[in-house]
């Protein structure tokens, strides 16, 4: 079932996307990991009102046609200076009182206070809107994205004439570039918006007098009260690029061809730009080089019906994760394409976003966003210490500084603190290198630190909470007394097992402590014969995440759970759940459960489960409501179940693609993959 020699190409360009006007609106982006561009049919954002995004908290809706970066980030002037020591309320624990940064106030209240400004700020903006200026209608539009060249063709009609128009975007430099073919007037206008507190919208175009454009030549300068940045604009001499509104550039040309590359670069300096047909050619070269390396997996032979729709999800899965989730800094549920949260990334989601890059081949993609653990380890040491734990405790909900956002439930969470471990290994496991070892060992081993001081002795064990939050969220109201998530519990075990792996790595000797709480944790909660999600009333609630499942599964095999049972809470789950509360994670999670306990069918029913939560549009993109249309740990999700499943995983027998059916229904072909642990 393995074999070498995938057709690359082939495999990629028969799951080319294809969109037609009267379609429902599946807009495409292209990107590089830290730069995105998303385009409607015209190849540019030249109707963002026809993919509109509802606030989720009922303010001015968004579209999903943003052009955003990792550096791109803005605060609101604060009434006075904030400070998480305004938030913080103490919690009772086995320890003694513990503060945290608490949120008692209305999540949806835009009133100005100190929990909701330091939720808020910073917040991820949108750049600038560039779309063209229209005599007439547009009609008989239809789009292709080339996977292989990473390039979006659009073709439309404008009065009756053709229009064409190339887009694409630098792999290095944040710029997107497009050609224009057009036999009438079309010129192109960019429009600024202002920074945005909205939940998703991250333009507010009702603030004009809040910040500032200037056009130099063919160079805007962009200030937002103490953020600013430069968008630099290349087009052939004697294109006339002139200031038509106090936020508005306009390109002016003549009928024929617009070739253009606009560059967004922080501050008020910018490099130089790349002709158009340059940043093609880099375009090409960069995705020819991605396709070829790294990890395949072809399903094109097997007899099932769903291998079809299952490597279409696996290619554009790949695609996506490349442009909206391989930058320098964690992303967002969304991505590089619209706001959620703000903006704001949530490190419970980095294993979603990121752990499938090491499974793939392609470590260096993780590697760019793991070194960001390290810079704000001083930030987690001291939350850490302010509690009175050793080591360092990582935030939820954070932007590019660290700073923790107040909040009910992020600041109670615990099960990304193993998170960096994880990675951390999946890349050692993945390059063999020692390097690797040095460079993430302070982030490893402070991770592990805190975790073997956070749980507490008990008669029954080291215990985990209370106050907490488990992975399945729906206890965060009972988080005063909520404790020993089945999940959280068996994560804790792998994680410290493998720190002290590394310690050993690192010529330490073995830390007694990290021992002891890894080999004598409270054992999961088991009621009528299955695991609870945690082992307080209300036990388990049958929506929401089914984490308790993923104590094995997500989590390699540590001794801790018994197999029988957990297939019986595998079966329980499968017939009990309320599916249209999950989230699109929660099947390639279930996927790999189903894997690791040897029911392969189960493995791939869960995959391509066909409720609302799991659907991949045509673009590839798994939305979860009308607010949050994106939602890219799915995406990363279903390419770490696919790794495990056709790769194997430790302990597996070593049978070829161990988590697909031996039936003979299927024929996997793969290479290129690490083996999960």
């Known amino acids: 079932m393995t074999g070498a020699g995938i057709d690359r190409r082939a495999l990629v360009e028969r799951h080319t996307v294809e969109v037609r006007q009267g379609a429902a609106a599946y807009p495409l982006s292209v990107g590089n990991g830290e730069f995105c561009f998303t385009a409607d049919l015209t190849g540019l954002q030249t109707f963002p009102e026809r993919y509109p995004v509802p606030d989720r908290h009922g303010g001015p809706a968004g579209t999903l046609l943003g052009t955003q970066s990792q550096w791109g980030w803005h605060s609101i002037p604060a009434g006075k200076a904030y400070d998480l020591a ?7 624990t086995p320890r003694g009182p513990v ?7 209305d999540l949806c209240d835009t009133t100005e206070s100190a929990e909701n400004w330091l939720r808020n700020n910073p917040h991820r903006l949108d750049l600038g809107r560039i779309g063209f200026v229209v005599p007439a209608a547009v009609t008989d539009a239809r789009q292709r994205l080339d996977l292989w060249r990473g390039v979006i063709h659009s073709e439309f009609h404008v009065a009756g004439r053709p229009v064409r128009v190339t887009t694409c975007c630098h792999p290095v430099l944040d710029a997107v570039a497009f050609r224009v073919e057009s036999p009438v007037r079309l010129p192109v206008r960019i429009s600024f918006p202002y920074g945005s507190q909205s939940w998703n919208n991250a333009a507010d175009w009702s603030s004009p007098e809040a910040h500032t454009t200037a056009l130099h030549g063919h160079t805007v300068r962009r200030t937002l009260d103490d953020t600013s940045y430069t968008v630099q604009i290349g087009v052939a001499p004697g294109v006339a690029v002139r200031q038509t509104g106090r936020h508005e550039v306009t390109i002016a040309w003549d009928p024929g061809i617009l070739e253009c590359i606009m560059g967004f670069f922080p501050g008020h300096s910018a490099p130089r730009l790349p002709t158009f047909p340059e940043a093609m050619a880099a375009s090409a070269a960069h995705w020819a080089a991605f396709w070829t390396g790294g990890g395949a997996v072809e399903l094109a032979e097997s007899r099932d019906a769903r291998a079809v729709e299952l490597e279409r999800r696996i290619v554009l899965s790949q695609y996506l994760t490349a442009i909206q989730c391989a930058g320098s800094l964690p992303p967002q549920e969304t991505g590089l394409t619209l706001n959620s949260w703000r903006g704001r990334f949530h490190l419970e989601m980095a294993w979603w976003h990121g752990a499938h890059f090491a499974l793939w081949g392609r470590s260096e993609l993780l590697e760019r966003s793991l070194g960001w653990y390290a810079t704000i380890l001083p930030a987690a040491i001291e939350t850490a210490r302010l509690q009175g734990y050793r080591g360092a405790r990582w935030p939820k909900m954070v932007g590019p500084d660290g700073r923790e956002g107040p909040s009910p439930i992020g600041p109670f969470l615990i099960w990304q ?15 063999g290198s020692p390097e690797t070892v040095q460079r993430y060992a302070d982030v490893v081993l402070r991770s592990a630190e805190f975790m073997a001081d956070f749980a507490v002795r008990t008669e029954r064990g080291y215990q985990l909470g209370p106050p907490l939050v488990p992975a399945q969220e729906s206890y965060w109201s009972v988080r005063a007394t909520v404790t020993n998530p089945t999940f959280e519990l068996a994560y804790w075990a792998w994680a410290l097992m493998v720190a002290q792996r590394w310690r050993g790595l690192l010529g330490l000797a073995p830390d ?33 995440h089914p984490s308790m499942l993923y104590a094995l599964g997500v989590v390699p095999e540590t001794g801790l759970i018994d197999t029988m049972v957990m297939t019986a809470t595998l079966r329980s789950v499968l ?15 279930i996927a790999m459960t189903a894997a690791r306990l040897g029911e392969p069918e189960a493995a791939v029913a869960a995959l391509l489960m066909p409720t609302s939560k799991n659907v991949f549009l045509p673009n590839g993109h798994n939305p979860q409501s009308a607010s949050l249309p ?27 693609a161990p988590g697909f059916p031996a039936d003979g229904t299927w024929t996997v072909r793969y290479e290129g993959l690490s083996r999960s642990p």
């Open 86 to 92: 305004d938030v913080r309320r103490t919690y009772a």
């Open 99 to 105: 503060p945290y940064v608490d949120m008692v106030g």
């Open 417 to 431: 603190q193993p998170h960096p471990i994880a990675l951390a290994e999946l890349v050692r496991r993945a390059t």
């Open 512 to 544: 007694p402590r990290w021992a002891d709480v890894a080999a004598n944790l409270v054992r999961p909660h088991v009621r009528d014969g299955v695991y609870t999600a945690i082992d307080v009333p209300p036990y388990t609630v049958p929506y929401d």
């Open 575 to 589: 017939s009990t759940w309320n599916w249209e509360t999950t989230w699109g994670w929660d099947y390639p999670a």
């Open 630 to 656: 994106v939602y890219l740990p799915a995406n990363g999700g279903l390419l770490a179940a696919v790794a495990l499943m056709a790769g194997g995983w430790d302990g597996d027998g070593g049978r070829p």
